[in-house]
């Protein structure tokens, strides 16, 4: 039986700058902006201020898994001004099926207008009816899904109108109080005029005028405000959907209103520079990537590794990163990543000449030993780098050492003994925090310093090198630099600060390349211990307990490896604390539960703990790291309540009894060892996709090893860029590699038919939108037909 493919959805987005920003309408002219990035209307990144400029740079990454369908991946650009009130000034918005477009690429956007009757999101659920009764068409409000919360409530109603000549008649729905998906179910009639000549035998549809009809549905917000209620969205419906059967029964996307907003010159509002990278994999059940997983595995043990299917994908690949992601979550599922970047680290090794230039290059070594810290050390990184880091973010002193750039109250002498200070105490926690450094880096690190050391033996120095290179410029140096995107601090440094930290992390590289680390080094290689994991996030949420009143308020949040507690206030004493050990699991909550979105629970063994995230993203790694930290507890549980125990029963079994036990199996915690985090049959799928995009750079590397095994002589310049040492295994590996990525094709092929002819238009899953409804009305006749 064929079991449908998982929709894995990854986006990163790089902010790179903006320019021809309108300036402020007053004598300084200057702005200090901001960018978000939003899932329709849901804020899930924020960049730092650029103070005073109309052109700024931001040079930012964002990386984040999508946990949820959307339509527009939006970019807002804002202005704060001097009272912190935050202005927008423009927005681009690509639709989710033009990411591709831009996939990879950096591009220039002009900035649209925002406005209220633009910012729609959700869908509707309606049904017409041609009455039987001649002179009445019905239509039945049904629900809504995914409204936008204005100003942090949503309250909607429906507004239903028909459109026609002469008619202006509009009916609404009740008010739905506190949720984004109303249930309605409200009939509304308007009677439409026939022909004197009709008779029920006679009538066609498409020859009354009704076909001359449209019926409109807008959604509001009920506001409590001055400035009346918000426009959510609307959809108009030529009543020629009725068809022959007289019934029409669809969901619609909501759409911007017509002509809304104030008219605004594009080029006046500027542009934003992005590079946005976008991929979906749908995942196939394990059994299918067998052949391909087998050959990847197989990677550390084929000789020589260059022949290897894993360093094949390295080589055509056209960045080494696109291939390092994959590779390394792979193996390090499988628990085989230490053999892997010692086999290929060999061999980079052996071609390596200089001693000095070891590591340097941006080769398939490098890079899958960039990922695998990243995975791996994570937690060591803020173990260790994080309470000083926190240290010069709140002591703001000045580390200036350039001298064009010191201000007049600074002191050269002060700022260099200070900039001094912290390079000390930075250097030191890094070479004494070795007993905290994960297992699988050390392994790494032992491979690396042995290689070099067999390599170039009359070099002593390049074996700690090699590793220092790692240690030092490639992980801690890169924290320092940029420490939110380690998850070291919450939000983007100051400028100052910024700075500070640019200095300290340039000594720190210039430290971890002379030879006298190497006693540092050495303690990395042979030095390997449980790494303990305290992590200290702040975020605003909203917590209530299982029994008792619906009073949610806004808590500080504090998670360390010992317990996780919430305060009032940041500083202020905890006003619950739970330890650990305490946590039986945590998990996703039904939205409605509490009709509020993002909400997960914090299971314990007299209650839970209902949180409210500030978006989809935040909630998923609350559940991530609060699951991380608590998978070893002991009476960890197996089922769960997946809604709230509200009015006497569970809302989602109906059960009374409070102690019910859960009638959902849990989620599953995340095992203890790093090499079990993570999917393995994504990856495969992963880099199927991959060795499909480079098929020509496949079939090309074969021609390159024919060539080779035929010619003895200087290779041919368009083969040239392939490292291939043994043509005939080269070429084995490429032949299987290409059976099975083309046996895979076929497997894609035949599912996205099957799905293309199962897809139904108008569905819950497939709504009618922009481009869409001439498709709708295709298939209703093409179907038809077909019945007739």
């Not at 067998?290 to 197989?298: A, E, K, M």
């Not at 699988?440 to 042995?450: A, K, P, W, Y």
Request: aromatic content about 10%; hydrophobic content about 35%; proline content about 5%.
């Amino acid at each position: 039986e064929w079991r449908h493919q998982i929709p894995v959805q990854i986006m990163k987005r790089c902010w790179r700058e903006a320019k021809n920003i309108p300036p402020y309408p007053g004598p300084n002219r200057m702005r200090d902006c901001y960018c978000t990035v939003n899932l329709d209307q849901e804020e899930v990144f924020r960049t730092k201020i650029i103070e005073k400029s109309l052109c700024p740079f931001y040079g930012e990454d964002f990386y984040c898994e999508i946990p949820r369908s959307f339509r527009h991946l939006s970019f807002y650009i804002f202005d704060r001004d001097v009272f912190r009130r935050d202005s927008s000034i423009g927005k681009v918005a690509v639709k989710k099926e033009d990411l591709q477009k831009y996939h990879g690429k950096d591009t220039w956007f002009q900035l649209q207008p925002v406005s209220a009757d633009s910012e729609v999101q959700g869908k509707v659920h309606l049904e017409l009816r041609l009455s039987e009764v001649i002179t009445d068409s019905g239509v039945i409000m049904l629900e809504c899904q995914g409204l936008p919360i204005v100003n942090g409530q949503c309250d909607p109603y429906a507004a239903v109108s028909l459109l026609g000549p002469s008619r202006s008649e509009a009916k609404k729905t009740k008010v739905k109080r506190k949720t984004n998906n109303p249930q309605f179910e409200e009939v509304f009639y308007f009677e439409v005029t026939r022909p004197l000549s009709y008779t029920k035998r006679q009538f066609d549809v498409e020859e009354e005028d009704v076909d001359k009809l449209a019926l409109r549905v807008d959604l509001w917000n009920a506001s409590n405000l001055k400035f009346g209620d918000e426009f959510l969205g609307g959809v108009r419906v030529p009543l020629r959907a009725l068809g022959q059967a007289g019934v029409h029964d669809a969901w619609y996307f909501l759409q911007p209103r017509e002509n809304g907003g104030k008219t605004v010159k594009v080029e006046e509002l500027g542009s934003l520079r992005l590079n946005i990278v976008y991929t979906e994999d749908h995942v196939f059940p394990s059994e299918h990537y067998t052949p391909l997983r087998d050959l990847l595995l197989q990677s550390a043990n084929v000789g020589p590794v260059s022949a290897s299917t894993a360093h094949i994908l390295g080589e055509v690949c056209r960045e080494k990163q696109e291939a390092a992601i994959p590779l390394v979550r792979l193996f390090l599922h499988y628990g085989k990543i230490v053999p892997f970047i010692s086999a290929i680290a060999h061999a980079e090794v052996n071609r390596t000449q200089d001693p000095n230039t070891i590591f340097r290059g941006n080769s398939l070594t490098s890079k899958c030993i960039d990922e695998t810290m990243k995975l791996a050390g994570m937690h060591y990184l803020q173990v260790t780098l994080k309470p000083i880091i926190d240290e010069i973010c709140a002591e703001h002193k000045p580390c200036e050492i350039d001298p064009v750039k010191l201000k007049e109250s600074e002191n050269l002498e002060t700022n260099r003994e200070n900039l001094r200070h912290y390079v000390d105490r930075i250097f030191s926690v890094i070479t004494t925090s070795g007993v905290r450094c994960p297992t699988v880096m050390c392994d790494i690190f032992f491979s690396l310093r042995e290689s070099a050391a067999t390599r170039f033996e009359v070099d002593q120095d390049v074996r700690y090198t090699a590793v220092s290179s790692f240690i030092f410029l490639r992980f801690f140096a890169p924290a320092i630099l940029s420490p939110n995107l380690f998850h070291l601090r919450p939000h983007h440094p100051d400028p100052a600060t910024s700075r500070t930290l640019t200095l300290i992390s340039k000594t720190i590289q210039t430290l971890g390349s002379l030879a006298k680390s190497k006693s540092v080094s050495v303690f990395f290689c042979f030095q390997s211990r449980d790494q303990t994991r305290p992590r200290i996030c702040i975020r605003r949420a909203q917590g209530r307990n299982r029994f008792g009143m619906k009073n949610f308020k806004k808590r500080w949040f504090r998670l360390t490896n010992h317990e996780f507690t919430y305060h009032k206030t940041k500083g202020e004493g905890a006003l619950c604390s739970i330890p650990i050990e305490n946590i039986l699991a945590v998990e996703r909550l039904e939205e409605e539960s509490f009709k509020m979105k993002n909400m997960f629970q914090v299971i314990q063994p007299e209650r839970a703990l209902y949180i409210q995230a500030n978006n989809c993203v935040e909630a998923r790694d609350w559940i991530d790291i609060l699951t991380k930290v608590s998978q070893c507890n002991r009476k960890r549980l197996s089922t769960y309540h997946p809604s709230a125990y509200l009015n006497g029963h569970w809302l989602c079994c109906k059960l009374s009894a409070d102690a019910a036990p859960g009638c959902t199996p849990c989620t599953g915690g995340l095992p203890a060892n790093i090499q079990l985090d993570v999917d393995g049959d994504r990856e495969t799928e992963r880099i199927y996709s991959l060795f499909s995009t480079y098929m020509t750079k496949l079939i090309k590397m074969q021609e390159a090893c024919g060539s080779k095994s035929v010619y003895d002589g200087p290779e041919q310049e368009e083969y040239s860029s392939f490292v291939i040492d043994d043509p005939q295994e080269t070429y084995k590996t490429l032949k299987l590699i290409v059976s099975a990525v083309q046996t895979l094709e076929q497997q894609h092929t035949k599912y996205k038919r099957d799905k293309f002819k199962k897809t139904k238009i108008g569905s819950q899953e497939h709504p009618i939108g922009d481009k869409s409804f001439q498709c709708y009305i295709r298939q209703q006749s093409e179907s038809s037909t077909y019945s007739i």
